[in-house]
């Protein structure tokens, strides 16, 4: 374990194989208007390289356990041929036969068009729920096109953010924007 030994609230993981991304930005989003400010650790697993390979990478499991015990993660990634990138996956991997993810999960996927909206709930909820995280509400889609504009995701964080405040406390969660 690293010299970081408190733990995260809010984490992001980005999936996306281009680092500082689009993704990256709508997860971040996410997470602050989520939190009320800015996110613990953030992970651009594409600037982790061929790391995410190396089941020995201290680094990698270092961030590993710092994901699995922060209270809430925002789990994202761009949706590729119905489902989200294999470089997420590599980094999911990782929790198999460790504690897991012990707070909250949202997972977030953008796509070039709203036939890939159930994404979210069909690909990564289900690994996300395996591994231990409690998901509130229904996965979050948002069409590439839209990813900057918060308009796109007022619906979801309404819905969302009372069931975020009830399971982490009041001063967890921001009054949005």
Known sequence: MSEHTVPERVAVVVGNPKPASRTLSAATYVAHELSGGEPDLVVDLATLGSALLDWSSVEVGDLV???GGADLVVVASPTYKGA???LLKLFLDRFAGRTGLRGLAVPLMLGGSPAHALAPELTLRPVLTELGATVPGRG???VDSA???PAAYLGWLEDTRPVVKSVLGGSAVGGGR
């Open 84 to 86: 989200y990138t294999g």
């Open 140 to 142: 979050l889609f948002v």
């Open 147 to 149: 990813y900057d504009d």
């Open 65 to 67: 356990t710092r994901v």
